[in-house]
C-alpha cells in the first residue's frame, strides 16, 4: 500500500507507512519528513519492514537523499534495522547517549558506527534543508533514554510510544472517548509515572501542534483532538502509581 501523506505542500511532505508490519510482530508506524528533497526517516523497524519500507520511499525521494535517521530509543521495532538502512544511504543517525553501546547487538558494523551520533538528556535541534526540527526529552515514556520530533513545517509531534494505540481499525482519532480502550492498557503499564506525564505536558503546551502522530496505532489530528489526548495524559495514573507490594511476592 502507498505511503499516506499526512502533510503534503510543494517544500514539505509528511509520509505516513503503517500497514509493512508483518501480522505476528506488534504494529508500528514509520515516518518519513521531506523537505526542498531532503529527508528524515523517523524509527525505520525491524528487519522484516526494511525492504519494502526501501521500495515504498523510493516512490517519493531517492535513499541517497535521507539526510537522517531519527531513533526514538532502543526497542528493536525501531532500530532493527539501523545497519541496512545506514549502508544504503548516506544518513547520520542520532540515538539518545544511553543507547549508543546497544546498537552493535542489532548488528551495526564496526564501519558504520561514527556516523551515529548520541543525543544528549536535553535534546538537540537538527536542520533539514531550512526545517529546523527539534529533539524533544520524553524520558521514561517510556525507555529511560527516549526522545520525539517536532516539526514546526507541519506542526507535527511525532510522539513515539506515547499516544500509542493497538488493535484499532482506522488511521485517524475521530471519536476520542471510543479511543482510550485502545491504548489506556498500553500506557499503564509501559509509562513510568503521572509525574512525568505531566513534565511532558507542559512541555508540549508550549509548541503550535496540529497533529500528535504516534509510533503505533492512530494518529490525533486537529487542535481538539491535540488538547483532548494532552488533557488524558495529564491525569492518568501509570506506571509506578499502580505498583503495590502484592505485585512484588515470590511465585508460589
Known sequence: MPAKLIFNTPDHKVAFYEELTP?????????????????????????KVFSK??????VLIPPS???YIFLSHQDPDIVASI??????????????KLWMRFLPHFGL?????????????????????????????AHFLHSPGNFQVYDP??????????????????????????????????????????????????MVRQL????IAPQHGAIFK??????RFLNWLENLEVGVDLMTQDRYKLPV
Open 208 to 211: 503550535d501542534i496540529e497533529t
Open 23 to 47: 501480522a505476528s510482530a506488534v504494529q508500528a508506524n514509520q515516518y518519513l519528513i521531506i523537505h526542498k528533497g531532503e529527508g528524515v526517516l523517523l524509527d525505520p523497524g525491524g528487519h
Open 83 to 96: 545497519n541496512g538502512w545506514l549502508m544504503t544511504t548516506k544518513a547520520s543517525a542520532y540515538i539518545s
Open 153 to 202: 513545517c507541519s506542526k507535527i509531534l511525532f510522539s513515539g510510544d506515547l499516544g500509542a494505540s493497538l488493535g484499532q481499525d482506522y488511521f485517524f482519532v475521530e471519536d476520542f472517548d471510543a479511543h482510550i480502550k485502545y491504548m489506556e492498557g498500553f500506557h499503564r503499564r509501559y509509562m513510568a509515572s503521572n509525574k512525568i506525564l505531566k513534565f511532558w505536558v507542559n
Open 65 to 67: 537523499n535521507i539526510k
Open 53 to 58: 519500507l526501501l521500495s515504498d520511499i523510493s
Open 222 to 227: 486537529g487542535k481538539e483532538m491535540v488538547d
Open 109 to 137: 558494523d564496526t564501519q558504520l558506527e561514527d556516523r551515529v551520533l548520541p543525543i544528549d538528556d536535553g535534546g538537540t535541534k537538527i536542520n533539514l534543508n531550512g526545517c529546523e526540527l527539534l529533539i524533544l526529552p
